[in-house]
């Protein structure tokens, strides 16, 4: 403060002395002061000026993805000391069907009767509060999300703690965006901001997070939140190296491709991860619709269920139990016995899909990953024994097998390459991976259409925009609305005749087109205007070409709708990139929303 | 569920409040991270201590299974990863062993342990330079504790595969730095001078012996060794002396007792030693002559060689030489008597018994300039 005032007191005694005769206001002192400096400098900082929202949005950005971090941080920390506890080393057998059983009782009844929309992974209700809530999330829910997951995953219950983890990161934006006052779409706009503050703070994987909230949680690889969400990430990353180190969550070999022939059975294992994930995905789709159909008093103790499900399966193999990544870690590093890691995948499966479907707070990602890294280590095993010259050590095949199922279960291809890269910090890796993750995809793709969480919503009665629809929405272009421009106006036109001509066609304006082209977009006010003034032909009006607005055949309609939009007309010429004033035809405001499939609805309202 | 209206006010307590979570959560989150590091560097080391366990009950298969949990606890544990490295060479899995050490040695590049097991691995590779290289980083690299035993156990392992390997140039260069190294430990001493030996260095081999049986005169193995120096030297009575010295405290020793009338033939047929009368270096001279051209016609019988035959006339020229001729009698004798040991050498090396004074004082004659 102090500085500021003695910066007003200097520049006012300099314009003093230079003579200045304008009244000596505060602002407009330290405006002529800067511009007499530089005025280049002035320009060019005016367009980073922002309002007081989207300044406290930049700001917010920053603190949830502090926050985020501290609190997804304090959740792993406080989940791995409360499992060391429940399962001290050399444990016996009875904990493992225990207290599985006696968590998920517990956090059964504190879901129902507490935190019911803690229930489950977090993915599918971040995306309902991005899409269907207004970006409301409840304070409420954040901490139900985090005490029931600690329980649950503590206790051993076979989910992750990245999906909660996501939901967390968006209500903790959710909760502050609404305490600092924002309006709702910036609230909203903030959700996907937490998401990738919470997963790269869970995964250690600043990259993969923000790909994974435009990909999964958006839809939209373009998303104008795309600074913000960069921004969160990168601070929670921060965050999470300074309270614990510099650490991948993988620890994995160098591994290298020892002969081009890896790559057919690569994509081999491609298939295995499609074909497991659509057998995850469809059992655990399956399970949840049974568990719906019990009566509603029976919800409470659902999770008991599978957690004592999942006790069984810990009895005889204790690594079904919890996340596994240290188990995951040891297939990494090739310390695998065949038989072992056939019957992990297979338990590993039914016990998440039952864990999840039953409703135990927990998430599919660090399971997709433990699943993918037991088929991948199957095939490698297999591959290993059968061509022991042509492949590498069956840990590489694990590696590439979680990116795989991940592919399958999330849907989310790009992601999936880019987070384990992240996780393992193995380059050498990524050819393989690229090619097993997209012959994942697509074999689950084939098989099972509808990606889980929009399967999910589905069965909650909530049918969420998929991103591919959106993409598809997106990927309409300008040229399939394209028509031809029957009447356009012509400079010897009278104004009369052109108002005439403009009422009749139903739009609110016309090109002006001369022997060169268009020289202007004429809308019915501008012509009412020369009417007034007295002009005769259009010409008069219009003498030489002016700016007008346009659009280029390859552009997409949404383009197009902004454009009309902020020049107020519903008729938009459309030209060559070569020369906007050569005209292909026009695109109109009733054929975009046709292009949109509105056009039904429009004719419903009229 | 809808958001309720909010006032667009930013107060200051909002900040503040925020400002006191991040505090609270930062404090939180380091006191949790603390009890976690500690609670898993316990779960580590006794993870590490039951394979020690059962590495010491020869079940390396399981203490290494052990190793690679306490690993993926306490992530790049030094001590862990050099254990885990030496289990898995210890089972042949050299393969496997290598990248283990290679990571310590990305890491700590000077670390004494790691350097000293790859030299191992590479040594049992076959990969003799290679694991010298790594022998001497392992030398030069610090060393957590006992940094001076551990170096000179190191140089003393490359020393042992120098001399599996015949490398006796830089046998020599290695046993040089480790006699000043190496501290007042008298098998430790004594190891270095019979190594002296090995690398052919009899007089710093006789060096060696000599300090050890000054400091410690009752040590049997200090003489006897002298004494073998002073053989190979060619000073053959001071190796009498020391075998003397050897046998007084060693009377019941028919070794010792051999190696010294070994010691005393050869005094005796000695034509070089200093401070000898004319007269008696030429008769000596002759007598190891006539010996050698004995051992000539032993193993070639008859003169049907031609070069025998050379060599027996030269040896009868020089026999019967007088004196004051324009050749030194001494060493016409001598020269022929070189020749023809060379001769039996190469034509008949069965013949030739090490354990001989004649061979003993041939060789030492061959190595004169």
């Known amino acids: 403060m102090n500085s500021s005032e003695g910066r007003y007191t200097r520049c006012r005694r300099r314009l003093l002395s230079a003579g200045s005769r304008r009244p000596l206001k505060r602002g407009s002192i330290l405006k002529e002061v800067a511009e007499r400096k530089s005025p280049q400098r002035v320009r060019f900082w005016s367009h980073f000026q922002l309002s007081d929202e989207a300044r ?22 406080l989940t791995g000391r409360l499992a060391a506890r429940m399962y001290p080393p050399e444990s016996a057998a009875w904990r493992r069907v225990l207290i599985p059983a006696l968590g998920s009782l517990v956090t059964g009844i504190l879901l129902y009767r507490y935190f019911p929309n803690a229930r489950g992974s977090g993915i599918p209700q971040a995306k309902f509060a991005l899409f269907i809530g207004e970006g409301f999330i409840p304070l409420r829910t954040v901490v139900g999300k985090f005490v029931c997951c600690s329980m649950s995953l503590a206790s051993g219950i076979a989910l992750g703690r990245e999906g909660p983890s996501v939901q967390i990161g968006a209500g903790i934006a959710s909760v502050l965006a609404r305490r600092f006052g924002l309006t709702k779409d ?35 690889m373009h998303a104008p939140v795309l600074g913000t969400v960069v921004l969160s990430s990168a601070t929670s990353w921060v965050v999470l190296h300074l309270v614990l180190g510099d650490e991948p969550l993988f620890h994995v070999p160098a591994y290298q491709l020892v002969h081009p022939v890896e790559f057919a059975l690569y994509a081999v294992l491609g298939i295995a991860g499609g074909l497991g994930s659509v057998l995850f995905v469809k059992l655990l789709l399956g399970i949840r619709l049974f568990f719906r159909k019990l009566p509603r008093s029976t919800v409470w103790i659902q999770p008991t269920a599978g957690g004592l499900a999942v006790g069984l399966m810990g009895w005889f193999m204790p690594q079904v139990l919890g996340v596994g990544y240290d188990f995951v870690e040891q297939v990494l590093s090739g310390d695998l016995a065949f038989k072992v890691v056939a019957a992990l995948a297979i338990l590993k499966i039914a016990a998440t899909a039952i ?92 098989l099972q259409r509808e990606p889980i969480y929009e399967a999910l919503a589905r069965q909650e009665g909530v049918i969420l925009p998929t991103g591919e629809a ?32 403009i009422r009749a066609s139903g739009w609110n304006a016309l090109p002006l087109v001369d022997d060169a082209g268009v020289r202007a977009l004429v809308t019915e006010r501008e012509l009412e205007a020369a009417w007034r003034e007295g002009r005769r032909n259009i010409g008069d009006a219009y003498p030489a070409p002016v700016d007008f607005p346009f659009v280029h055949a390859d552009q997409p309609l949404s383009m ?30 009733d054929d975009v929303l046709a292009a949109y499939g509105l056009a039904w609805e429009k004719s419903k309202s009229e | 569920m809808k958001i309720a209206a909010a006032p667009r006010v930013y107060p200051l307590m909002n900040w503040l409040m925020v400002v006191a979570v991040v505090a609270a959560l930062y404090a939180f989150d380091v006191f949790m991270a603390g009890v976690e590091r500690t609670e898993l560097k316990r779960e580590a080391s006794s993870l590490f201590a039951q394979g020690r366990r059962l590495e010491s009950a020869r079940r390396a298969d399981a203490a290494i299974r052990l190793y690679r ?86 140089r003393l392992e490359l020393i042992d595969m120098l001399v599996r390997a015949g490398r006796r140039r830089e046998l020599l260069a290695e046993l040089l730095p480790l006699e000043d190294e190496a501290p007042d430990d008298v098998s430790l001493r004594l190891r270095i001078a019979d190594l002296f030996m090995t690398a052919g260095s009899p007089a ?79 008769a000596r001279s002759r007598r190891i002559l006539s010996m050698t051209i004995a051992e000539l016609q032993q193993c070639a019988p008859g003169q049907e060689n031609a070069e025998v035959a050379g060599l027996t006339s030269r040896a009868e020229r020089a026999l019967h030489r007088k004196q004051f001729q324009d050749e030194d009698p001494v060493e016409a004798a001598l020269s022929a008597a070189e020749d023809a040991w060379s001769y039996v050498q190469r034509a008949c090396p069965a013949q030739v018994r090490q354990e001989d004074a004649l061979a003993l004082v041939m060789s030492r004659l061959q190595q004169r300039p």
Do not use: K
Request: proline residues 5%; hydrophobic residues 50%.
């Open chain 1, 560 to 589: 197009a709708l902004r454009r009309m939009g902020s020049a107020g007309v519903n008729v938009l010429p459309v030209v060559s990139r070569a020369n906007i004033r050569q005209m292909f035809g026009v695109v109109v405001l």
């Open chain 1, 56 to 77: 406290i949005e930049l700001v917010l950005s920053l603190v949830i993805g502090a926050l985020v971090g501290l609190v997804v941080v304090a959740f792993i920390l």
């Open chain 2, 204 to 282: 710093r081999a006789a060096e060696a012996y000599r300090a050890v049986a000054a400091r410690n005169p009752d040590d049997v193995r200090a003489w006897e060794g002298l004494g073998e120096a002073e053989l190979q030297r060619g000073n053959y009575h001071a190796a009498q002396s020391a075998f003397v010295s050897a046998l007084r405290r060693m009377p019941d020793s028919d070794e010792v007792r051999r190696r010294l009338r070994l010691a005393a033939q050869a005094a005796q047929l000695d034509p070089v030693s200093r401070r000898l009368p004319f007269p008696e270096r030429l």
């Open chain 1, 355 to 446: 864990s999840y479907s039953s409703g135990n707070a927990g998430g599919i990602f660090g399971p997709s990953l433990f699943i993918g890294a037991m088929i991948g280590g199957s095939v490698g095993a297999l591959a290993h024994a059968s061509f022991p010259g042509y492949t590498a050590n069956p840990g590489a095949y694990a590696l590439v097998g979680m990116g795989a199922a991940f592919a399958g279960i999330v849907r989310t291809p790009l992601t999936s390459v880019i987070m384990i890269f992240e996780m393992t910090r193995d380059y050498s890796i990524i050819v393989p991976l690229m090619i097993s993750n997209l012959v994942s995809f697509f074999v689950s793709y084939a």
């Open chain 1, 186 to 220: 910036r609230v909203t706009a903030l959700l996907p901001v937490g998401c990738s503050a919470a997963l790269a703070a869970a995964f250690n994987t600043p990259i993969a997070a923000v790909l994974f909230s435009l990909e999964e949680i958006l839809g939209d």
């Open chain 2, 69 to 154: 949990r306490a690993l993926a606890i306490d992530r790049g544990n030094v001590e862990y990863q050099i254990a885990l490295g030496r289990a898995l060479a210890s089972t042949g899995r050299y393969g496997e062993a290598a990248p283990v050490f290679d990571d310590v040695l990305d890491r700590y590049p000077d670390d004494g342990r790691g350097n000293l097991e790859m030299a191992r691995l590479r040594r049992a590779a076959g990969h003799l330079s290679e694991a010298a290289s790594y022998f001497h980083r392992a030398i030069y690299g610090s060393w957590l504790r006992n940094a001076q035993q551990h170096r000179i156990e190191a």
């Open chain 1, 470 to 501: 959106r993409s598809d929405a997106e990927g309409a272009r300008v040229g399939a609305a394209l028509r031809q421009a029957d009447h356009p106006l012509a400079p010897a036109d009278t104004v009369d005749a052109a108002l005439e001509r």
